[in-house]
């Protein structure tokens, strides 16, 4: 049995999140990697955003137990937290933040008065005992007594409680003395006392109030004795925030409580063994063995980012010529500058070898052609370059464009707009990194020709010339992951400052209405702050490392000098020696400057390939795939309309079951309404066909086939939606109403007809040819409706409509016209609506009610309506009532806005 690893790094891993909602999945990407478990940050938010809750602290102990942690929730009293004895750590703790709400952070080990504390919020930090204690969250839970006095007499309490005891001085025996007296009793209230007594009179002592020893002891004794005789008179002595456990109330079977307040963790023991892994169901431990969801599964086996493979692998593409004939053209252009310091130093005797007047001549000709030589090399070289870098660009982007709408709708949820926004704005620095690349192996060419000529220069100074070299090479790559680390948390407050000037915006008439601008401010202030932080913290590094580069490499050079001058004074070749010594540490920063600059395009590389690296519907569905292929099809009574099926269905999304124990069946050619209340789970329902959700349990058939993979692209391709969120588009209306649909597509009169438009089409200034703003802000939302509907009615080979609310913002009147032209339209098509118009499914051969994410009543119309108290029934008369009582009431008036005239109306029926 392989045995569990208990020993987590020394430094915890720093990851920052992208969103304030993402600080449990950030906190369990830093755990699992601190024990060695590898797995993908992106895979864990995308879980967290369907399968479970990450922010709840139950479920990152039950993740976290999954993933193969050996993690346990508990509370503790505050000052226990850090304790030794109590072993706490490492753990993911609540804290409380300014603003009051609550967040996770990863509290790793103590050291001394500093505690390693790793903040999805800011990285990682070094606060002080007192300052991460006074952040905690506190939580106050009602225990049955019983339960915490057996946890009580556990190490976890006993050993911390003895440990302050011992430091308030105490002796040994009088510890034990009052420790075996409270052990003994049979209520909780002599260990509660001795606790809240211990912590009073170690304040006291901390304060200076109380000196140690006897004094202390004696009034820790008498404090002790009042609690433990009569709690009461205890909870009066003493300050009730110096108590961690009270009295309560009796629980509801009449037995005995306690309040308990305390910090909030998840304690994580070490990673799991084996046989710990493989435990069955039915473990004491429930998580233990648990079934993985594919996002989980994913999390676990997508392999680290390697950028700089995968890039390799994009270059490859142009075969291995180029990067060899480069290499060599930038090898030969080091090599030439080598060659030009030993002309430029013969200069200076060429008077006295050259006596004739044209062997001067000649020689000054073979110089200058030399230069120009190399001059001409450097434009192969940089045309080169150029070329790969933009080669790179563009595989990348085509890479990146083709990946996008295969993606998930889930992956998209699980991310800003601004964030995926910024990594394609951020492809065209890509583009930099051959000449980078040329750049440092020409650096790296001339230090190591540099090198090599001390060397032939003067033998003995080998060692030096040799150990300079090899410290300005090795100073930056040692530095890398550091400066890496640094670089990404600065990018990661860059995405998430982006939101405010992306997201915010389409948020900004809500902000403005709520008066919601401070509070936008204030966060916005506090984000540009973590983002400063970085920025001194990523500067001040390569400050530091720079610094002991440029000491070192001098220093270095200085030594090489003097060993040369003490051994030959001033030769012939000194001024050539003092030219390449000093060569070398302006070489090593050169070198360094550009090696430092390939984390923040590594961090930028990273964040390009993430997209391209998820995981697409159909290979999460491939399993699935496979083992329904043997499937019969169940023939369709019309070929233009599919059947559904679902069976025992149900949906989560972020922990929360939106739909549960859906059993439904729809045959070919059914128009079924649904109605519920807002919230019922409607558009859930829909939105399984349309590939938002994927079923957490049970199975969905489209044509008797399982729904996944291949199946929901082509379902896609065969249905028509209607929905009030579906986009138009800053074009012309023939534009709109063509999106979708193949090139030959032409909407006719009659269409426009059966969708209202001609009326629209009339106050058009341009006609079909008039752009409509984006997202068809230059016409009014009924408007847009009927554009929406047009465009599903053009689409050809429609085998499924769903219709989601699809005339919101139009009058009754024009709601019914427009629903009989759907349903007349769609006629021998499989056809979903949901509407909240109760009394417009009367006309529907079958309607489905929604209660709480279930299909609560099922059937016609008709029949649901004639049954008394049944909530089709309930929904139609509440529906009447508002018409008749609220709408037709004297005490409204009625106001016509019509062609921008507002005119006043007789009260009249609706």
């Given at each position: 049995?392989?045995?569990?690893?208990?020993?987590?790094?020394?430094?915890?891993?720093?990851?920052?999140?992208?969103?304030?909602?993402?600080?449990?999945?950030?906190?369990?990407?830093?755990?699992?990697?601190?024990?060695?478990?590898?797995?993908?940050?992106?895979?864990?938010?995308?879980?967290?955003?369907?399968?479970?809750?990450?922010?709840?602290?139950?479920?990152?102990?039950?993740?976290?137990?999954?993933?193969?942690?050996?993690?346990?929730?508990?509370?503790?009293?505050?000052?226990?937290?850090?304790?030794?004895?109590?072993?706490?750590?490492?753990?993911?703790?609540?804290?409380?933040?300014?603003?009051?709400?609550?967040?996770?952070?990863?509290?790793?080990?103590?050291?001394?008065?500093?505690?390693?504390?790793?903040?999805?919020?800011?990285?990682?930090?070094?606060?002080?005992?007192?300052?991460?204690?006074?952040?905690?969250?506190?939580?106050?839970?009602?225990?049955?007594?019983?339960?915490?006095?057996?946890?009580?007499?556990?190490?976890?309490?006993?050993?911390?409680?003895?440990?302050?005891?011992?430091?308030?001085?105490?002796?040994?025996?009088?510890?034990?003395?009052?420790?075996?007296?409270?052990?003994?009793?049979?209520?909780?209230?002599?260990?509660?006392?001795?606790?809240?007594?211990?912590?009073?009179?170690?304040?006291?002592?901390?304060?200076?109030?109380?000196?140690?020893?006897?004094?202390?002891?004696?009034?820790?004794?008498?404090?002790?004795?009042?609690?433990?005789?009569?709690?009461?008179?205890?909870?009066?002595?003493?300050?009730?925030?110096?108590?961690?456990?009270?009295?309560?109330?009796?629980?509801?079977?009449?037995?005995?409580?306690?309040?308990?307040?305390?910090?909030?963790?998840?304690?994580?023991?070490?990673?799991?063994?084996?046989?710990?892994?493989?435990?069955?169901?039915?473990?004491?431990?429930?998580?233990?063995?648990?079934?993985?969801?594919?996002?989980?599964?994913?999390?676990?086996?997508?392999?680290?980012?390697?950028?700089?493979?995968?890039?390799?692998?994009?270059?490859?593409?142009?075969?291995?010529?180029?990067?060899?004939?480069?290499?060599?053209?930038?090898?030969?252009?080091?090599?030439?500058?080598?060659?030009?310091?030993?002309?430029?130093?013969?200069?200076?005797?060429?008077?006295?070898?050259?006596?004739?007047?044209?062997?001067?001549?000649?020689?000054?000709?073979?110089?200058?052609?030399?230069?120009?030589?190399?001059?001409?090399?450097?434009?192969?070289?940089?045309?080169?370059?150029?070329?790969?870098?933009?080669?790179?660009?563009?595989?990348?982007?085509?890479?990146?464009?083709?990946?996008?709408?295969?993606?998930?709708?889930?992956?998209?949820?699980?991310?800003?707009?601004?964030?995926?926004?910024?990594r394609s704005h951020l492809i065209h620095r890509v583009r930099l990194l051959p000449q980078l690349g040329g750049e440092l192996l020409r650096?790296?060419?001339?230090?190591?020709?540099?090198?090599?000529?001390?060397?032939?220069?003067?033998?003995?100074?080998?060692?030096?010339?040799?150990?300079?070299?090899?410290?300005?090479?090795?100073?930056?790559?040692?530095?890398?992951?550091?400066?890496?680390?640094?670089?990404?948390?600065?990018?990661?407050?860059?995405?998430?400052?982006?939101?405010?000037?992306?997201?915010?915006?389409?948020?900004?008439?809500?902000?403005?209405?709520?008066?919601?601008?401070?509070?936008?401010?204030?966060?916005?202030?506090?984000?540009?702050?973590?983002?400063?932080?970085?920025?001194?913290?990523?500067?001040?590094?390569?400050?530091?490392?720079?610094?002991?580069?440029?000491?070192?490499?001098?220093?270095?050079?200085?030594?090489?000098?003097?060993?040369?001058?003490?051994?030959?004074?001033?030769?012939?070749?000194?001024?050539?020696?003092?030219?390449?010594?000093?060569?070398?540490?302006?070489?090593?920063?050169?070198?360094?400057?550009?090696?430092?600059?390939?984390?923040?395009?590594?961090?930028?590389?990273?964040?390009?390939?993430?997209?391209?690296?998820?995981?697409?519907?159909?290979?999460?569905?491939?399993?699935?795939?496979?083992?329904?292929?043997?499937?019969?099809?169940?023939?369709?009574?019309?070929?233009?309309?599919?059947?559904?099926?679902?069976?025992?269905?149900?949906?989560?999304?972020?922990?929360?079951?939106?739909?549960?124990?859906?059993?439904?069946?729809?045959?070919?050619?059914?128009?079924?309404?649904?109605?519920?209340?807002?919230?019922?789970?409607?558009?859930?329902?829909?939105?399984?066909?349309?590939?938002?959700?994927?079923?957490?349990?049970?199975?969905?058939?489209?044509?008797?086939?399982?729904?996944?993979?291949?199946?929901?692209?082509?379902?896609?391709?065969?249905?028509?939606?209607?929905?009030?969120?579906?986009?138009?588009?800053?074009?012309?209306?023939?534009?709109?109403?063509?999106?979708?649909?193949?090139?030959?597509?032409?909407?006719?009169?009659?269409?426009?007809?059966?969708?209202?438009?001609?009326?629209?089409?009339?106050?058009?200034?341009?006609?079909?040819?008039?752009?409509?703003?984006?997202?068809?802000?230059?016409?009014?939302?009924g408007e847009g409706q009927r554009v929406r509907l047009a465009r599903a009615m053009l689409k050809p080979d429609v085998r499924l409509a769903?219709?989601?609310?699809?005339?919101?913002?139009?009058?009754?009147?024009?709601?019914?016209?427009?629903?009989?032209?759907?349903?007349?339209?769609?006629?021998?098509?499989?056809?979903?609506?949901?509407?909240?118009?109760?009394?417009?499914?009367?006309?529907?051969?079958?309607?489905?009610?929604?209660?709480?994410?279930?299909?609560?009543?099922?059937?016609?119309?008709?029949?649901?309506?004639?049954?008394?108290?049944?909530?089709?029934?309930?929904?139609?008369?509440?529906?009447?009532?508002?018409?008749?009582?609220?709408?037709?009431?004297?005490?409204?008036?009625?106001?016509?806005?019509?062609?921008?005239?507002?005119?006043?109306?007789?009260?009249?029926?609706?």
């Amino acid at each position: 049995m392989k045995v569990p690893d208990r020993h987590p790094r020394l430094i915890v891993p720093e990851v920052v999140q992208t969103s304030a909602m993402d600080c449990g999945p950030a906190s369990l990407k830093c755990v699992l990697e601190g024990f060695g478990i590898p797995v993908s940050y992106g895979r864990l938010r995308e879980s967290c955003q369907t399968d479970v809750d990450g922010t709840s602290i139950d479920t990152v102990e039950e993740v976290a137990m999954q993933l193969g942690l050996d993690a346990e929730q508990i509370m503790l009293p505050v000052d226990y937290l850090l304790s030794r004895e109590a072993g706490a750590l490492p753990a993911i703790v609540v804290v409380r933040l300014p603003n009051g709400v609550t967040h996770f952070v990863v509290v790793w080990r103590r050291l001394g008065p500093f505690v390693q504390v790793m903040d999805p919020a800011t990285g990682r930090r070094w606060p002080t005992h007192e300052q991460f204690l006074s952040s905690l969250y506190i939580h106050v839970l009602p225990v049955q007594a019983a339960t915490w006095l057996q946890w009580a007499r556990s190490d976890q309490f006993i050993h911390p409680l003895r440990r302050k005891l011992n430091a308030l001085g105490l002796s040994r025996r009088s510890c034990a003395d009052m420790l075996g007296s409270a052990l003994k009793a049979e209520s909780w209230c002599p260990l509660a006392a001795l606790e809240a007594s211990t912590r009073t009179v170690e304040e006291m002592v901390c304060s200076g109030g109380l000196p140690r020893g006897k004094e202390a002891a004696r009034v820790l004794g008498h404090l002790f004795e009042k609690g433990r005789q009569n709690i009461t008179e205890g909870i009066k002595a003493i300050p009730s925030h110096y108590w961690s456990v009270r009295n309560a109330p009796a629980g509801p079977n009449g037995e005995e409580q306690v309040l308990l307040q305390g910090a909030v963790l998840v304690h994580m023991r070490g990673r799991l063994s084996t046989a710990q892994l493989d435990a069955p169901s039915g473990a004491p431990r429930k998580t233990i063995g648990s079934p993985l969801s594919p996002e989980l599964v994913a999390a676990l086996e997508e392999p680290p980012s390697r950028p700089g493979r995968e890039l390799l692998r994009l270059l490859r593409v142009d075969g291995a010529v180029s990067p060899i004939v480069l290499g060599s053209a930038l090898f030969l252009a080091a090599a030439g500058v080598m060659v030009e310091a030993v002309l430029f130093r013969s200069l200076l005797g060429m008077g006295r070898e050259l006596g004739l007047s044209g062997q001067r001549l000649g020689a000054m000709a073979a110089l200058v052609g030399f230069l120009a030589g190399l001059l001409l090399l450097e434009f192969p070289i940089a045309a080169g370059l150029l070329g790969m870098g933009r080669h790179l660009e563009s595989r990348l982007r085509i890479a990146f464009l083709q990946k996008i709408p295969r993606l998930g709708d889930r992956y998209f949820h699980s991310r800003l707009n601004s964030d995926m926004a910024e990594r394609s704005h951020l492809i065209h620095r890509v583009r930099l990194l051959p000449q980078l690349g040329g750049e440092l192996l020409r650096g790296s060419f001339e230090l190591i020709l540099t090198a090599a000529a001390i060397i032939w220069l003067d033998p003995g100074t080998a060692p030096i010339a040799i150990l300079a070299a090899v410290f300005a090479l090795a100073l930056p790559l040692l530095a890398q992951p550091l400066l890496a680390e640094r670089d990404l948390r600065l990018r990661s407050h860059v995405g998430a400052l982006s939101r405010f000037y992306l997201d915010a915006f389409l948020g900004l008439v809500p902000v403005r209405t709520h008066g919601a601008e401070r509070a936008m401010r204030r966060e916005h202030e506090g984000l540009l702050m973590e983002w400063g932080r970085a920025g001194l913290g990523l500067q001040r590094a390569v400050v530091w490392i720079e610094g002991l580069q440029f000491l070192a490499g001098f220093a270095l050079a200085a030594w090489l000098l003097l060993n040369h001058v003490g051994r030959f004074g001033d030769s012939g070749g000194t001024l050539l020696l003092v030219y390449w010594a000093l060569s070398l540490p302006v070489l090593g920063q050169e070198v360094a400057i550009i090696a430092w600059q390939y984390p923040a395009h590594r961090n930028v590389t990273l964040r390009l390939l993430e997209p391209m690296g998820a995981i697409e519907d159909m290979e999460v569905d491939q399993p699935r795939d496979t083992q329904q292929s043997a499937q019969p099809v169940v023939p369709a009574r019309s070929s233009r309309a599919m059947s559904l099926s679902f069976e025992n269905v149900s949906v989560r999304v972020a922990g929360h079951t939106i739909l549960r124990d859906i059993d439904l069946k729809v045959e070919a050619g059914d128009h079924v309404a649904v109605v519920g209340v807002s919230g019922a789970g409607k558009s859930s329902l829909v939105g399984v066909l349309l590939g938002w959700h994927r079923p957490a349990g049970g199975n969905v058939l489209v044509d008797g086939l399982t729904l996944d993979g291949a199946r929901l692209e082509k379902l896609r391709q065969e249905t028509a939606w209607v929905e009030p969120a579906v986009h138009l588009w800053n074009r012309s209306l023939f534009d709109n109403l063509r999106y979708g649909a193949p090139a030959d597509a032409v909407p006719s009169g009659m269409l426009l007809e059966q969708s209202n438009l001609r009326e629209l089409l009339a106050k058009l200034p341009e006609g079909l040819q008039t752009k409509l703003g984006e997202g068809g802000a230059l016409v009014s939302g009924g408007e847009g409706q009927r554009v929406r509907l047009a465009r599903a009615m053009l689409k050809p080979d429609v085998r499924l409509a769903i219709l989601d609310e699809p005339f919101r913002g139009l009058d009754r009147r024009q709601r019914r016209d427009l629903l009989t032209c759907a349903r007349k339209h769609w006629q021998e098509v499989t056809l979903l609506c949901i509407t909240h118009d109760v009394s417009e499914t009367l006309a529907f051969p079958r309607v489905l009610v929604m209660e709480k994410g279930r299909i609560v009543e099922s059937g016609l119309p008709a029949q649901l309506a004639s049954v008394a108290g049944s909530r089709y029934r309930t929904m139609l008369e509440a529906e009447g009532s508002v018409r008749k009582d609220l709408w037709s009431s004297s005490d409204w008036r009625h106001l016509r806005l019509e062609e921008g005239r507002l005119t006043e109306t007789a009260m009249r029926g609706s």
